[in-house]
């Protein structure tokens, strides 16, 4: 630990190297130079620390104490181990919000992944032209607009009557045109569209930053090689962007795990659950049923879901340094 | 850089088709705001006569001015206190690194994954104990905690890439901390501090959990909360609704239009360090 922060500052350990007689005075004075400035520079600390542990941590551990208890928020609270638990497993409503909120990922995250990575390593060499930098704003509005709005608008696009059953009847796929968002088999994939919608700027923008961040010379030295553009993708586009794509997986895997905004606007969780997620059932349970024991146990659960999943991400895409 | 006819042609093609999908909703929207109120107008159609009073309808209907001021006021309660505090503690953590530095960030970083759900019912109870319930403070108080994994992690990012020898060359010269600070790192962080401002400011506008959960009165709460409650009471009547989302959403794209070079040119520059 204390080499490791020692060669921090190369400085310092010129000072220390010649070897004279106030060699150990003045190990001493440093030493006592650098906790000075450790204590002053924890003080810093301070600030974000308090809200973060008054806000954050603090909720963070009721939560986990609240799960152990039946509760309705006003009267008197009973102790009842592990039942909120068990019941998550027991009740399909619970399981299921659980499932929808991992099927939401498809949507998410992988569609504005796949799509963005395609797309930005098309149009990676003109990345400079006046299209392409247009195009970075408006890719970038659904990321900027309330997520509510977003919802608002798609509701209105995927009814009945929508602009989406209207394409579709143009094109001569009139005999499948539904609500998309009151069908019980539809509900989760429309609700996921939207999602998609909103994360494709970002996802495109952010890996295409990458990609412009990879040394030409390495494509033309696989031009040279004769690699084709499939090759060069693989070979050099998609191991140079590691850390983008982990960064927008991450970024839109825990946006697709604690979906509430869209869903809340757009299908309130249903019809017949089938939009359900953790985030909403949490609210549902917690504010509506009152039952505060039961809504925390899931989003316990729910939590320790999303650091399941995002944490092998991360050690996926962490680049070895 | 050689690039071919057809790629250049595939690439523009695709490019223009995905601006077309981002697009045409905001269109449809606004096309469906001009229709007469509580019709169900379909498609892009251009309406006959097209009403523009839906948008002074929608306007006062929201009472839109008190919705700004709440929203200006959760913003000003909000970003430039968690821009100072996530500055001091990226600065100490990425730059001075003081003993336990690393278990103080893991700890920060903890709370990065944390979707608000989590934690949104003990909030509430807290926030109620405390008697902010239905005030602004309900949503600023925790947005300041709920930042701070973020921020501080993309402020210590920022100070990480600071060479050490810049800080050793100011206290060769005499400079204590805080000057260090505030005359060396805080002017080179600026490109780092404006684009976390940005985003700041619009996921305060855009935060709705807490304030559905934390306050009944949309006139306490951000815009897109109170969006909620408009939709909640004037849903059935498209036009108007469309309008008023209209409304909510504009100040969002033109403080990202205003911004939008600082904002790209900073993710482009790779400060995004997830």
């Keep these: ?321 | 850089m050689i690039v071919s006819r057809r790629e250049r042609w595939l690439g523009h093609a695709l490019l223009i088709l995905l601006m077309a999908v981002t697009v045409i909703p905001f269109i449809s929207l606004f096309v469906t705001a001009l229709h007469e109120p509580g019709t169900y107008p379909s498609g892009l159609e251009w309406p006959e006569t097209p009403y523009w009073s839906n948008f002074v309808d929608a306007f006062q209907a929201a009472d839109m001015w008190a919705l700004l001021w709440s929203s200006v006021l959760i913003e000003l309660g909000v970003v430039p206190a968690a821009l100072l505090i996530a500055t001091l503690a990226g600065f100490s953590l990425g730059h001075l690194r003081p003993p336990g530095h690393r278990w103080i960030f893991l700890t920060f970083v903890l709370g990065l994954t944390l979707p608000f759900q989590a934690i949104i019912v003990p909030l509430y109870y807290q926030m109620r104990d405390l008697q902010l319930l239905n005030t602004r403070w309900a949503i600023i108080l925790p947005l300041l905690g709920l930042y701070m994994p973020f921020a501080v992690m993309w402020m210590r990012a920022h100070f990480v890439t600071m060479p050490p020898d810049l800080s050793e060359a100011a206290r060769i010269d005499g400079a204590n901390t805080w000057k260090l600070f505030t005359r060396v790192h805080v002017p080179l962080s600026r490109p780092a501090l404006s684009s976390l401002g940005i985003l700041m400011f619009l996921w305060t506008w855009n935060q709705f959990l807490l304030a559905v959960v934390l306050v009944d009165d949309p006139k306490n709460r951000t815009m897109a909360g109170a969006l909620g409650a408009f939709q909640g009471q004037w849903g059935t009547d498209v036009p108007l609704l469309c309008a008023g989302s209209l409304l909510i959403l504009t100040p969002t794209l033109l403080v990202f239009l205003a911004f939008q070079r600082q904002f790209v040119s900073a993710l482009m520059q790779g400060a995004l360090k997830g």
């Design chain 1, 1 to 321: 630990m204390n080499e490791m922060r020692t060669t921090g500052a190369p400085g310092r350990r010129e000072v220390a190297a010649p070897a004279s007689t106030s060699l150990e005075a003045r190990r001493r004075a440093l030493k006592a130079r650098r906790l000075r400035r450790g204590w002053a520079a924890l003080g810093l600390v301070v600030p974000a620390a308090f809200f973060y542990v008054i806000f954050v941590l603090r909720p963070l551990v009721l939560t986990v104490q609240y799960s152990f208890y039946d509760w309705n928020g006003v009267g008197a609270s009973t102790f009842v181990g592990a039942e909120n638990y068990t019941r998550l497993v027991e009740k399909p409503e619970l399981l299921g919000s659980i499932v929808n909120a991992l099927e939401l990922i498809i949507y998410f995250s992988f569609v504005p992944v796949i799509l963005g990575l395609l797309t930005a390593a098309t149009i990676r060499k003109f990345a400079a032209s006046r299209l392409a930098l247009v195009s970075r704003t408006v890719l970038f509005l659904p990321q900027v607009i309330p997520l509510v709005a977003a919802g608002i608008m798609w509701t209105w696009l995927l009814a009945t009557d929508g602009l989406v059953n209207e394409l579709m009847r143009l094109v001569g796929l009139g005999s499948i045109t539904r609500a998309w968002l009151g069908d019980t088999s539809t509900a989760l994939g429309a609700v996921g569209v939207i999602g998609a919608w909103v994360a494709l700027g970002l996802c495109l923008l952010l890996l295409l930053s990458g990609m412009t961040k990879i040394d030409p010379a390495l494509y033309e030295a696989a031009r040279i090689d004769g690699a084709g553009a499939v090759r060069e993708f693989f070979a050099i586009t998609l191991p140079s962007v590691r850390q983008e794509i982990g960064v927008c997986v991450t970024v839109t895997v825990i946006a697709a795990l604690a979906a509430f905004d869209i869903v809340y606007i757009s299908t309130q969780g249903g019809p017949a659950n089938s939009t359900l997620v953790p985030g909403l059932e949490i609210y549902y349970l917690g504010f509506f049923s009152r039952e505060v024991g039961q809504a925390s146990a899931l989003a316990v659960v729910f939590m320790v879901l999303v650091l399941a999943v995002v944490l092998p991400i991360q050690r996926l895409t962490k680049e070895e340094d």
